[in-house]
């Protein structure tokens, strides 16, 4: 029995993430497919522009057979942080061989070297990125940067446009950084890059079966959308069928969920942090530069999106500030991530839904790891530690606060965090 | 020189309300009408349905010659805190020498009469009092019951029915606690009941030429008004003329603003009460009993309204627990009024707007009075003591989030509380 794992958003689902799904099976002949899938917020530091159940019922649809909530303190987070909580999520399970992913690029030994590069530290590539960064540039490009020099020292056959266009993608920040834990956990998962057929990450083109998850929300955030059925034709020639009646049903009463949705409650927590003089650069991924920018300039703020880009600057990205934003919301801060870091980052897996044909693949899960499987969050908080209990609680603060967010928006309720049971798909 | 003192909510500002400043100036033959307004939160536990700066402007075209603000800490909360802090701000300037008060009955002596039993604490009220308390019933209720019994024993010729009518009223009850807070206060000003003309407090009858401010704020919260126009001829039948340019300019840019707005804010503040185990029963107005009911029942919390309905009770009434969920929402404790209330009510005379031929008060209210006028928000701290800056703090925290509600729901952007100066009539 082979089993191969996935990290995804499905922020929403669309035809490049069944695609991504039938080559996983294809090239790896796997029996089983694991997702390990974001919930309620994503890494760019926003809510998800649809709800964790919403998104797994889409899944289990589309032939995944488990998916696992990757928890908001590695959801919400940039791509080092998140590949580490996901491959440490997906390799504990103790039944995953490959990690498949998309990537502009399905070229393993130059993701392997590009890792290598940055794990090893080679001098080269140190150096440069050292002198970028004191340049002012943000890690991010410093380090695009300080690869692609490596790179051709290493004579690699690619010109710097070409070669840039390859690791700047967010699909190929995500991938190196997947392989970069694999090895770094001594994983024993094979990384299986899979050639993406969609368009890019920020392309809003809609055109033709393939489009970005960034074009689909954009699609629903048009001013002159509402109703569903101006959608509706764009919609079906880029997500599956299988979807449309429950994208349909749920428009308007669960999603679309935005940044600006949370505006007032961001807000309030800068005015208390203001007032109440609280300390901000405790907060996870926060520097003191950044607290004092972000609180310097928090009188101005009116809304979620808007301040973002007050705050934003060429070292600190707009991804960066919304999540820090989103952890004061939450609470979340660097003791939190390090604990959650010395005692193996992961404490639970929890179950959002499964196709009842793989129901062995729990029972494999079970057999093979001894961490918990959470099936229903009210048993949770007895099996678990301290630290777990924390891992989850923040979970659950977050998710009842989108919930509330969500009904404020729509005027619809929806059940509790406690009341949904795993999904559970039954052909 | 005559003063006369009101104290009001004009939310929003009505013919009833312009009768009533009339009939002040006319009955007292005063030069000046001060009026200590409630800020953006109101008695019964809600934000103001129209923000301040807004009712000030109307009330200064209506012949209020010096608007004040009644702190937060007072506006929101039960009848006699209410009265106690604004009789207290009216008192401390120096220069008032009546205060007016509609009522639903203008026999002073009957008010005096209760107001006596009520501080004398009369065995025969007090014993009532204790025995309508232990049968479940509400504070308020009981008072008014022991009244009546009190009063009957005194041989006021009345029938429980027309007592009843007379004390149970909001403005009565109000009306009443003016009066016993000048009593205890020592205060010199002269209480002058003034008898309404216009509907009851909680009357929805729009006919005529007087209707109350719950109604004018149902009239706008009718589902089928899309435009001003809707309730435009309704409107102007029961407020001044001078008003109608103002509401349709400011509708649906600042206002309405009703206590649904903050749902995801009060919630969220639940939601980590209740992940932090935090103590709630140190808030202003709780009990320890109320502190459990809110607590247990939080998780059902969905939206503010529904949440107050699902929480009230014959001893807990819904106004009580509406204002607790905003003491939590900025952190407003029995420390800090029973502090307040240990140093004289009032640090600082907010001036929120005045009439420009009526400058020599303010000459007047500076020479009698050592509490600072407030003027300019900005440089307002550095004259104020620790505990005043506290006072300051917590209304300022509650308009920095009651403008961020606003601009959330009209996606109007409106000037920061300290880019406010204080409006001017210049006639």
Redesign the interface.
Known sequence: MKTVGIIAEFNPFHNGHAYLIEKARELTNADHVIVVMSGNFVQRGAPAFMDKFTRTAIALENNVDLVLELPVCYSMSSAAYFATGAVATLDKLNVVDYLCFGCENDNLDLLNLIADIIIDEDECYSEALQSYLKTGMSFSRSRENAIIKSLSLRGVNMSSDELSLIISSPNSILAIEYIISIRKSGSKMVPVPIKRLDKGYHSSDLDGHFASASAIRKLFGGKSIFTFNNVKETLSDIVPANCMELLENEYKKTYPIVS?DF???V??EL??AR?NNTETNNLFDITDDLANRISNLS?S???FDSFVNTCNSSIFTSSRISRILFYL?FNYTKDDYFTFKDEGYVYYFRVLGFNKAHNSLLTEIKTNSDIPLITKISNAFSVLSENGKRML?IN??AD??YR??S??KYNF?IP?EQQYGVIIKDE
Chains 1, 2 share one sequence.
């Open positions: 600006d505006s007032p409650l807000g309030n005015i208390k007032y009188g703020y009116e809304a919301l609680s659950m603060m009842e606060i509330l967010v009904i404020d309720s509790k």
